[in-house]
């Protein structure tokens, strides 16, 4: 049974720092590119983060360069986001995404293109 199971949501202040992981488990991921999609109310779901399979290239979306950090241990096939300088407009809940192929397909990839998905964990940062 293929799971991804995000950790590390919580509330912090405008300004503060989080850090989610994605533990994978269930598959060998072999050639899966993994990432952080978010999704805020009202809103539909955003492209974070990806990172490729060997590592090796690193995607994210405009709106969190230079703020966010993604890695991936390869040995524990866990990815991790560090969120740092966080703003009210990051308030969402965060999935954790695998889809086969590039990492760099993954950052115009729509929900329907993503193979696994994890359950999501909330983010809410105060102003």
């Known amino acids: 049974q293929v799971q991804l199971i995000e950790s590390g949501g919580g509330l912090v202040q405008t300004g503060g720092s989080l850090r989610l992981s994605c533990a994978a488990s269930?598959?060998?991921?072999?050639?899966?590119?993994m990432g952080w999609f978010r999704q805020a109310p009202g809103k539909e779901r955003e492209f974070v983060a990806v990172?490729?399979?060997?590592?090796?290239?690193?995607w994210y979306a405009d709106s969190v360069k230079g703020r966010f950090t993604i890695s991936k241990d390869i040995t524990k096939n866990t990815v991790y986001l560090q969120m740092n300088s966080l703003k009210p407009e990051d308030t969402a809940v965060y999935y954790c995404?695998?889809?086969?192929?590039?990492?760099?397909?993954?950052?115009?990839?729509?929900?329907?293109?993503?193979?696994?998905w994890g359950k999501g964990t909330l983010v809410t940062v105060s102003s």
């Open positions: 269930g598959h060998t991921f072999d050639g899966y590119a």
């Open positions: 990172v490729s399979w060997r590592a090796t290239r690193i």
């Open positions: 995404a695998a889809a086969l192929g590039t990492a760099q397909t993954m950052t115009t990839m729509t929900s329907d293109g993503v193979d696994y």
